[in-house]
């Protein structure tokens, strides 16, 4: 009897341990084909500023502090297998072509260049502003139009096949952010006068002027349906603005908080999901966030960089998310669905 006892005592023990280690095992279903739910990308020597996945999710662009443009292959190990020069200051902001064929980079070295993802040979450099260029944008359809910003007040709108810009606007304050938007007739712009502007590119003049924010807004973001724009400002707020023809004269529908703006006066992008069910926002406090649209709760605080996280960038296909921040590194993970 015993006998029995012990191993029925034995018997009950080992299945408690298999559990246990099931459950630290097997862990939570995957969402997505990177390697693991976090990858670490590491090798820029200075801070990043700006990150952009390639529209077919395979690799992803980086930029910053340190005047050189990373390539990275999203799945596998993630290595770095690229790296572009050119730039003779630090690189403000990133964007790719709606194809993917090329990179567009605005810096401090007052130019605007293009860069063939293909071969990673620099295409052109775009000459016309008189101080830092802080943003850039390129349309979504139609010519191949790309939109500036700058501390020299102007915001550009160019035609990289005749070299020179095509319009250009006087805000008479530093100019931080700037997108187009859908159909590419009008630009939206935000700077140090807190305000967000749309100038209609047909009149050549400004169309209206969002007011809310009470500091700088630093970082523009269309909505993938074209109907609203997101803009990040260092009052701490996240706000959500109907852009459509026809909206009411309040425009502002939306304000998130909980991310947070410092002393650095980083400019702090943002973006959505490719659904438009989510947002995210550089933060200063180190963290990743994310909110759903609807609720406008944060549904994701992560945490794992040691500096202002200045990107954070949705992937175009899955469920997965990429940060680039101050401390030189760049994360990417999986969210659910």
């Not at 279903?29 to 670490?40: G, W």
């Not at 304050?173 to 997108?179: I, M, P």
């Not at 963290?287 to 992560?302: N, P, Q």
Request: proline letters at 5%; one cysteine or more; a neutral charge.
């Amino acid at each position: 009897m015993k006998f029995l006892r012990l191993q029925l005592l034995f018997s009950k023990q080992n299945e408690r341990v298999r559990k246990i280690l099931e459950r630290y095992t097997t862990g939570p279903a995957r969402t997505s084909s990177l390697m693991a739910p976090i990858m670490l990308l590491a090798g820029h020597p200075g801070d990043i500023f700006s990150l952009k996945f390639h529209p077919e999710g395979q690799f992803l662009v980086s930029s910053g502090f340190d005047r050189q443009i990373f390539l990275w292959n999203v799945y596998g190990e993630c290595e770095n297998f690229a790296v572009l020069s050119g730039h003779t200051g630090a690189i403000m902001d990133l964007q790719l072509s709606t194809d993917g064929d090329t990179i567009y980079t605005a810096s401090t070295d007052k130019t605007i260049c293009l860069w063939d993802t293909r071969t990673g040979a620099k295409i052109k450099k775009l000459k016309g502003h008189s101080s830092f260029v802080n943003a850039i944008h390129p349309a979504r359809r139609g010519p191949p139009l790309l939109c500036s910003a700058s501390d020299d007040c102007n915001i550009k709108v160019w035609d990289p096949r005749k070299r020179t810009e095509t319009v250009s606007f006087d805000n008479s304050y530093q100019v931080t952010a700037v997108t187009f938007n859908d159909t590419a007739e009008q630009v939206i712009s935000a700077g140090i006068d807190n305000d967000v502007k749309v100038w209609d590119l047909r009149k050549n003049a400004l169309l209206y002027s969002l007011k809310g924010h009470s500091d700088t807004v630093t970082g523009l973001a269309l909505s993938p349906d074209g109907s609203y724009v997101l803009s990040n400002s260092m009052d701490n707020s996240l706000r959500v603005w109907d852009i459509r023809p026809f909206a009411p004269q309040e425009r502002c529908i939306k304000m998130m908080v909980g991310h947070a703006h410092n002393f650095e006066k980083n400019l702090l992008r943002c973006s959505w999901s490719p659904d438009g069910n989510k947002i995210s926002a550089g933060s200063a406090d180190r963290f990743v966030y994310i909110w759903d649209t609807t609720s406008r709760r944060i549904i994701y605080k992560l945490p794992g960089h040691n500096g202002s996280v200045n990107d954070v960038v949705f992937h175009p296909k899955e469920p997965i998310v990429a940060s680039g921040a101050s401390d030189k590194l760049i994360y990417l993970g999986e969210i659910e669905p």
